[in-house]
């Protein structure tokens, strides 16, 4: 099992580029997570999802979207990337009563 | 609205000593979760300890336990016998069982042990 995976690892992106960053799951988790890690903040809930086809709003939503079309897989997308989006992205999914399972992570420089 | 509140940014404890890291929550849900995880500085999260709201006894697992007193909210993490290992940043988060199983997270506690 690979447990859960992201794609890419690295991204440097220009003001007002898009991208879309991938998290996929070999574990048959229901429930999936998007955080972004910035230095003295923790990590903060950007959107989730409770199962294929649905997703609800985090903490700090604006200037993402999200699409969970399948129950492994979890897209997190920037439509137009702004520097405060310059971060370390987490994807995380977990079973019903269990404990979350994290991705490494991906670093997004946004120039 | 929830919130988890981690108050120490950062420790500094000698090795072989008991470590006790802090976490206050706010909830007003009777029904919810809490976890810790630590991110040692090659950046995976790791899980260490849970403890359901409805839990009788404190949670516990290996040198890892949770100190879970439910009237003053908090739920904080001890760590017995610190070793040079455990320094790393450690996260409290909080489950919310009625709304969808949002999980949030405090900013964190950074320890370091020293030798």
């Known amino acids: 099992n690979a447990g859960v995976t992201q794609t890419p690892k690295f991204r440097v992106l220009k003001t007002g580029q898009s991208m879309t960053l991938l998290c996929a799951q070999d574990m048959n988790h229901e429930y999936m997570y998007w955080y972004r890690q910035d230095p003295g903040m923790g990590l903060r809930l950007i959107h989730y999802?409770?199962?294929?086809?649905?997703?609800a709003k985090g903490e700090v939503p604006d200037g993402y979207n999200v699409s969970r079309l399948k129950k492994q897989n979890f897209l997190l997308g920037l439509e137009s990337a702004a520097p405060s989006q310059t971060s370390v992205y987490f994807c995380?999914?977990?079973?019903?009563?269990?404990?979350?399972?994290f991705g490494p992570g991906t670093r997004l420089t946004v120039l | 609205a929830q919130k988890i509140t981690q108050t120490q940014p950062g420790m500094f404890v000698q090795e072989k000593e008991a470590v006790t890291l802090d976490c206050t929550y706010d909830?007003?849900?009777?029904?919810?979760?809490l976890f810790w995880y630590k991110q040692p500085s090659s950046g995976e999260m790791i899980f260490l300890i849970y403890q359901g709201s409805y839990d009788q006894q404190n949670a516990t697992e290996g040198r890892y336990s949770l100190n879970f007193q439910k009237a003053r909210k908090s739920a904080n993490l001890v760590i017995s016998a610190s070793q040079l290992g455990d320094s790393a940043m450690y996260f409290c988060?909080?489950?919310?069982?009625?709304?969808?199983?949002?999980?949030?997270f405090g900013k964190g506690t950074r320890l370091h042990i020293l030798p």
């Open positions: 999802s409770v199962g294929e086809g649905t997703t």
């Open positions: 909830t007003s849900d009777p029904s919810y979760g």
């Open positions: 988060a909080m489950r919310d069982i009625r709304r969808d199983d949002k999980i949030i």
């Open positions: 995380a999914s977990r079973h019903l009563h269990n404990e979350q399972f």
